[in-house]
T-cell receptor, first 112, second 117 residues
Framework: EAGVAQSPRYKIIEKRQSVAFWCNPI?????LYWYQQILGQGPKLLIQ????????DSQLPKDRFSAERLKGVDSTLKIQPAKLEDSAVYLC??????????FGPGTRLTVL | AQKVTQAQTEISVVEKEDVTLDCVYE???????LFWYKQPPSGELVFLIR??????QNEISGRYSWNFQKSTSSFNFTITASQVVDSAVYFC??????????????FGQGTTLQVKP
């Protein structure tokens, strides 16, 4: 079974630029999550989708971050404009059963 | 509010030593899940174990064992006879367990384990 796929793996941008990340969850997983992991910290949930609807986006900085999951499969996370403090690893995860999440390899974003 | 505390920031051991990673959690929910994940240098979070709040049996899987104690709100992880490949960051996490919802996963700060040859 293929795992959660993410691209790109690495991205370097300058502040105020825009960036987008892509995630393809495990086939059949209705729930998809985006996490932000700042260096030295545990991952923090940004947004959770159930199929193509948003379940929880309470910690998503909506003035600059946006996410969508069209057709309830792939998802994109966008940052516009980026700030220095957005430098982090962005992890995508998907889930079929209660509480059991499978994580992708992450996208490491560096904002200069 | 839910919270997970991993007080040990970094642990260094020599190969073949046993090591225990501590995890203390806070929640007002009566039903919840506890997890341990491993994050090797490659960055991907690898699932190790899930335990629900009604199951306090300790679990052993090869060199790994977990001790869940509701009375002290702890879910500690022990690696027996550690190996260099065990070097990674280990995260303890807590999830609500609502019906029909996979719940928010709250992570601790992580413990970096270094196993030296």
């Amino acid at each position: 079974e293929a795992g959660v796929a993410q691209s790109p793996r690495y991205k370097i941008i300058e502040k105020r630029q825009s960036v987008a990340f892509w995630c393809n969850p495990i086939s059949g997983h209705a729930t998809l999550y985006w996490y932000q992991q700042i260096l030295g910290q545990g991952p923090k949930l940004l947004i959770q989708f159930q199929n193509n609807g948003v379940v929880d986006d309470s910690q998503l900085p909506k003035d600059r971050f946006s996410a969508e999951r069209l057709k309830g499969v792939d998802s994109t996370l966008k940052i516009q404009p980026a700030k220095l403090e957005d430098s982090a690893v962005y992890l995508c995860a998907s889930s079929l059963t209660v509480g059991l999440r499978f994580f992708g390899p992450g996208t490491r974003l560096t904002v200069l | 509010a839910q919270k997970v505390t991993q007080a040990q920031t970094e642990i260094s051991v020599v190969e073949k030593e046993d090591v225990t990673l501590d995890c203390v959690y806070e929640t007002r929910d009566t039903t919840y899940y506890l997890f341990w994940y491993k994050q090797p240098p490659s960055g991907e979070l690898v699932f190790l174990i899930r335990r629900n709040s009604f199951d306090e049996q300790n679990e052993i899987s090869g060199r790994y064992s977990w001790n869940f104690q509701k009375s002290t709100s702890s879910f500690n992880f022990t690696i027996t006879a550690s190996q260099v490949v065990d070097s990674a960051v280990y995260f303890c996490a807590l999830s609500e367990a609502r019906t029909g919802n996979t719940g928010k996963l709250i992570f601790g700060q992580g413990t970096t384990l270094q196993v030296k040859p």
